[in-house]
Structures are given as structure tokens and as C-alpha cells.
């Protein structure tokens, strides 16, 4: 029987100690039992997906979890089931050709001028749709010193490379000696301006974010962080609280959500995460389509679900609390955007707006420009709202005693009414 929050954190006086919830992290179906109702599948997958992929939950995390919904969008992220084991349309476990792109171990170069550097395979807690489910949580993918060193090595010697992604893996699962021992490294490089870490610590064990590792931020700016919230139940106090912290640090963050099928792919999920985040002065940067990965075919939704979620999203909320929604591919990332941009109607590009409307933007090219990049021709509805503008620009008849629009005023003011004629 699972015992309520208030019985377990007073038990624990280092409950807000990191430390002790990576020591105490859960990892087994029985531990589980503290918190949830495992059903029979958590509790068969638990155990038979041991060897595919690590399972291990930070008390923390545990107790967001609903204890008797096995559809809990949180315990959907991380407690397996076995769907993980059924057949899925690839074995693929790396996506991206992530090690085709890494010139030394964990260092991934797909963009010129920025690296992926894995540091680390250890994360707190093991989302089970990981992108890096072939070396998270895999020994052989941990760093030795003389390892890390030639991944430094390799961006020291290469001065196109401007910004270092720490990622893993969770980076903050290393301790301030280590953090410490690689920022200096890296900032004593001098062409690399940007350093950022990829964590979801403030999302599964926030109180990671200590005021040492603050200090420690502090010294090393410019240092940029990119967390990663699924779901408004993991917007918490003490999630608030952590990225105050690093807020006061001078660190801005953003957030990478991945689209999860039946944990936010509906749109009041979405927009409720999303306008969460920016109460708590999270930017949310890319929303993820999730990889094709062997074992997550019960995660993965088709594409279509998320260009109909930022659909949604737009005209519908601030416009900074609406991602960019992005497939990553081996050749880099890829918006995924219905465009609104229909094309080129003479001196108008023709375009839609959030709710349908086809709006006709007087655009005029100057003589003798040819624009870099050429719109499909279309044809304007003859009923498609506008802002009248002068004949002779649409190589209509002019009148130069009063020069008319091309287009007709309507009734209702500004843009409202109006169309080409
Ligand atoms: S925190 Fe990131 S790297 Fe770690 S398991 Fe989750 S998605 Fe993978």
C-alpha cells in the first residue's frame, strides 16, 4: 500500500539533499510499492526490461506519481511497461547517427560550429522514450579523465567550434569538483563563446540546483541551460524554486519537451505546460517530435497530432509561450510547420491565419529585385481581406488626381473587410 507524502518526506530530514535521493533512488518493483500500486505489467516489465534499458526513479519524482492511475502521466515517463518489449518498426537506437558524427568518444559534431558533449551516461531518473537509450545508463559509455580530456582536446583544436552542449546522459549528476575541473577547461579555450548544459535535473531532483553549483555557473558565464519539462505536473514549487536559483545565477533557461502520446499530446496539456513555464521564466524552446527508437512505438505519436497542437497553440496563447516543433534527423533539425505562407499574388503574399483567415499582405518586390528565395504563384480570392493600396503598384489603371486602392474598402475598420478586386 502505497504511504501518502506527508508519512514519507517528514521520515527523511535530508529529503531537499540531493545526495540522498540519488542514494536512495528506487530500483525495484517492490521499492515502487512506497509509492505506487505497480500493476502486474509495471511489475513484469520492471524486471524484463532490466537488461534493455536501466530503470531507476528518484524518490523525488516518485512522489508526483499517482499512486493507483497506471495512466499517471508521470509514471508513464518513467516506469516501464511492457510494451517497451513489443515489436516496433525499427531496432534502430540511434537515430540520429549520433556515432557516425562523434570523432572521439561522446563527442557528437553534426553542426559546424557546435558539439555535443556527452560527459556522462548516468541521469537520475531513466525516461523510458530516451533519445540515447543506446548508452544511457550503459557503463561502457562512462568517461575516464583521460577520455573527457580528448574530447577538450579535439574542441580545442577546432576553433569553428563556437558553442558546447554538456549533455549526457544528465551532466549535473557530476559533482562541483567535476563541473568545475570541465568549465575551466572550456573556457580557457577561446573560441568557444557558449557553454550550455542539457539536464532535467530541476525536473526530476530540483534540489540539484544548490546555491554552490549557482556560484559555480556564475563563474563560467556565459552558460546557458535547456531543461526539459513533458507535463504541468511536473511544475512544482520546488521546480519553481530551482530555476529561481538559476535565474539569480544569471543563467537563462529554456525547455525541450517531447511529444508523448496520452501524456501531452492533447492541446490544454500542451498550453497549460507551456504558459506554466513561462510564469516560472522558462522560455519553451523546441517541442520534439519523439525519435524512432526500437521499443517506443507505444510513446510516439504521428506527426500530424503535433502540427495540429501548434495550431492550436498559436493565436491562442503568448506568443513566447509557443515552441518551435522540430524533428531532429541526421541532418540536422527540421521545423515542422504547415506554412501559413500560401504564396505570391502579384504585389500581395497571400498567407493564413491561426483561425483560417486568408489575409493578403501588400508586399510589393521592387523593380529589378529578384528576392533570394521565390513563392509559389497563387491566385488572391477575390473576397480575401487586405489593406487597399495604390493601383499603379498592382500595374492597375492610376488615377493620379486620387489615387484609389487596387482593393476595396469594407466595412469595420483597419484589415477588417476588405478585399482585392
Ligand atoms: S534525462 Fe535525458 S538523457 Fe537521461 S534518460 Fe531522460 S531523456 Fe535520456
Redo the contacts with the bound molecule.
Sequence with gaps: MPRSQSEVRPAHSQWGDWRWQMQNRIHSADALEDWIDPTDDERAAIEKTSDVFRWNVTPYYAQLMDPTDPSCPIRRQVVPTTDELAGDIVDELDPLDETGHSPVKNLVHNYEDRVAFCVTAE?????R?????RM??DASYFMRTDEHQAAIDYIAEHDEIRDVLL????PLTFNEDNLEWLLSRLRAIDHVELIRF???MP??LPYRITEDLCDLLERYHPIWINT?FNHPKELTDEAAAAIDRLKQAGVPVGNQT?LLEGINDDPDTMKALNEGLVRMRVRPYYLYQAQVIGGTAHMRTPIEVGMHLMRRLRGRTSGFAIPTYVLDTPHGKVPLNRSYVKGRAGAYVLMETYDGTLWAEPNPVPDGMKPPLQLPTVECPADVDTIPIRKEVTGAETNEEEPTAPVSAGEGGAGAGRSLE
Design positions: 541521469c537520475a531518473v531513466y525516461c522514450y530516451c533519445l540515447r537509450k544511457v545508463g549533455t549526457g546522459g544528465d542539457g539536464t532535467r525536473v526530476k526539459h517531447v
